[in-house]
């Protein structure tokens, strides 16, 4: 489905099977030199497919479109190899390609997920269907880096780039001051809270995230272009509810960890979640994203002062501080 938001700027949307997700907006803005694709989604036919109908029926050449990607998760980033033409520009953030460029990244998530209390017999399946893994883009990237207060102009707007991590390390927002409006990747969704999650002790991706929102609220936007779902007409209005969302998870974790120390998969399974109030019903790797979630909450909570955090033989616990 295409919609017209502005002139020269169009949603996309690029379904994504199976997923909770239902689909990806992805943005074209079209200029008369050259065109601009913002995120592109899963690096699968069904994707593949949407992307191509879309090119064709807006008359996108990809000869002269550059693309911007948000943040290095698939669903926005694994396409980008196949739509990608020589002598034209992937933009993309620092910390991410950073990140991407490091040998063994698969390797080190998932034994940091074994040591926070992820059963060894679950690992299997969720490094087999992990879509990050399974829906990466194929073939070497070579990025051109944005950098926070760098400017991007395309489709007759002139975009700040916006650095906002937490969603990932390096996420990046544009920013149109004269229209106000933000295009926002994972930022800030509507409907759906953005998962933060914690894979690296070096990290406290919760803390950035509400700087990060602390900072778009200080921005005049009247109209939030979210990765998925729908557009967001109150900015400051939805920070609020985002930042009362982690209070209230905060104090749920707290709560939990009254009947003794835990590792993140057992908080996790304590905790609400909308998919389902039975954890042994949830689908393995939603199991994962659940307890990097947890992980982010119990990483501020120790940060804070609030929690601490041990080895108990070959797994982490967590437990109050008195």
Not at 190 to 215: F, G, K
Request: hydrophobic share 40%; glycine share 6%.
């Amino acid at each position: 489905m295409i919609t017209k938001i502005a002139d020269n700027l169009f949603q996309v949307k690029i379904p994504l099977p199976n997923s909770p997700l239902q689909s990806l907006n992805s943005y074209f803005l079209i200029g008369p030199e050259r065109n601009l694709i913002i995120d592109t989604g899963m690096n699968r036919p069904e994707c593949l497919q949407a992307m191509q109908q879309a090119l064709q029926s807006l008359g996108l050449d990809l000869e002269r479109t550059d693309l911007f990607i948000t943040h290095l998760h698939a669903d926005h980033l694994g396409l980008t190899g196949r739509l990608h033409r020589p002598g034209r520009r992937v933009y993309f953030n620092r910390p991410d390609a950073q990140r991407m460029a490091g040998d063994g990244r698969w390797e080190e998530l998932f034994a940091f997920g074994l040591q926070n209390g992820v059963p060894s017999e679950s690992l299997q399946a969720i490094t087999k269907d992990h879509p990050g893994k399974k829906y990466e883009p194929t073939g070497r990237l070579d990025f051109t880096i944005l950098d926070d207060g760098d400017q991007l102009a395309a489709g007759g707007y002139s975009f700040q780039c916006l650095a906002t991590p937490g969603h990932t390390s390096g996420h990046l927002c544009l920013y149109e001051p004269q229209r106000r409006f933000l295009i926002a990747g994972d930022h800030i969704l509507d409907d759906i809270t953005p998962n933060i999650q914690l894979w690296n002790w070096q990290e406290n991706p919760l803390a950035r995230y509400l700087e990060s929102l602390a900072r778009v609220e200080s921005l005049e936007v009247e109209l939030v272009l979210p990765g998925h779902r729908r557009l967001i007409h109150d900015c400051r209005q939805r920070i609020a509810q985002l930042r009362e969302h982690h209070r209230a998870r905060l104090a749920e974790v707290l709560a939990i960890l009254e009947d003794g120390e835990m590792d993140a998969f057992t908080v996790a399974s304590r905790m609400t979640w909308d998919i389902s109030p039975d954890w042994e019903s949830f689908p393995v790797l939603q199991w994962w994203f659940a307890t990097g979630e947890a992980l982010s909450h119990l990483r501020y909570l120790e940060q804070e002062g609030r929690l601490r955090r041990e080895k108990r033989q070959e797994k982490v616990v967590f437990a109050r501080v008195a």
